[in-house]
């Protein structure tokens, strides 16, 4: 009896079981999906209002100064053609911002000089990052004797007053807009080499590099695969630093007289040639360009802190 009521049981089981035909693909829950790595930096990003409210101003800026010279052509480089044009006139329709004192459009200038500030700024910023990355990445994982010799020479370099070696060096060489771009590359890297170093240190003496180097793997395959990915955030975020102070330090050249050669000219010429006309009360020949050359430098430095807590590794969901 006691077996004939199991196998009652068994059949009744098999034949609740489901089918071929009932069965359908498991939908994953919402709450359980992977979201990408790069939607959750973008949402850290977003998150910082300021930081998006500068990658629009920034944007807006770089986009006009390439753009606004075709869509508002004017004169900026021959000052023959300005001897009908009032000198230091007040804004007007005909010349939105004013004139300077040489009698060019002040609107169409700001963006003229803006182009060669930011395309300097930019280029001399990638390379700073450039050649800091590689100098301080192999000194800190190299360490011993290579990092001891590698950090004495940095100490030396850090030693130079920045600004005073770009001026002796520009005195002696000249201002060409190549050599500034160079110079100014090849001189701001040294603290950046530094941060990145330290990175490359803690980095080597972790578990995983320790693990790897076991595993037989060569040194430019661990800084490829694990310094370089875990040192991005401070990478970047000194990269976009690097832009800021390579356009700081074109604009102090600039205001000393040693900025690009006429007939270009950049944001620290202008204001410059500007700081001179304000006391005769020819405020719209600094306060504009004034105002959007530190909006420009505050946007990059807000970038840059928003980008270090989008590669943040702590602030990334699991």
């Given at each position: ?74 004169n900026q480089t021959n000052q023959a053609a300005t001897f009908n044009i ?233």
């Open positions: 009896m006691t077996e004939q009521i199991s196998s009652e049981i068994l059949h009744e089981a098999i034949d609740r079981l489901p089918t071929s035909r009932d069965v359908r693909p498991a939908i994953p829950k919402t709450d359980d999906e992977i979201i990408p790595l790069w939607r959750q930096r973008l949402a850290i990003f977003s998150h910082n209002k300021l930081a998006v409210a500068s990658v629009i101003f920034l944007f807006i800026v770089t986009a006009s100064c390439y753009l606004v010279p075709w869509l508002h052509p004017t009032p000198w230091n006139q007040p804004p007007s329709w005909a010349h939105p911002l004013g004139t300077d004192s040489s009698g060019f459009d002040e609107l169409g200038r700001i963006f003229y000089g803006g182009e060669y500030s930011l395309t300097l700024g930019f280029l001399s910023g990638f390379i700073t990052i450039v050649i800091g990355t590689v100098y301080g990445m192999i000194s800190g994982f190299m360490a011993g004797f290579t990092d001891t010799v590698m950090m004495r020479i940095l100490d030396a370099f850090l030693s130079i007053p920045y600004l005073f070696l770009l001026i002796t060096l520009i005195s002696i060489f000249g201002r060409s807009t190549t050599f500034l771009i160079g110079i100014i590359g090849f001189s701001l890297w040294w603290g950046n080499a530094r941060i990145i170093r330290g990175d490359a240190l803690l980095i080597r003496n972790l578990e995983y590099s320790q693990a790897a180097t076991a595993m037989g793997a060569g040194k430019m395959h661990i800084i490829r695969r694990h310094v370089f990915p875990n040192s991005i955030s401070n990478i970047v975020t000194v990269a976009t630093f690097s832009v800021a102070d390579a356009i700081l330090f074109l604009s102090a050249l600039g205001f000393l007289g040693l900025g690009i050669q006429t007939p270009q000219t950049d944001w620290g010429t202008m204001l410059q040639a500007g700081s001179v006309q304000i006391q005769n009360g020819y405020w719209w020949e600094v306060f504009p360009l004034a105002t959007i050359f530190i909006l420009v430098v505050v946007s990059i430095n807000y970038i840059g802190d928003a980008l270090r807590d989008a590669f943040e590794v702590r602030l990334i969901e699991r």
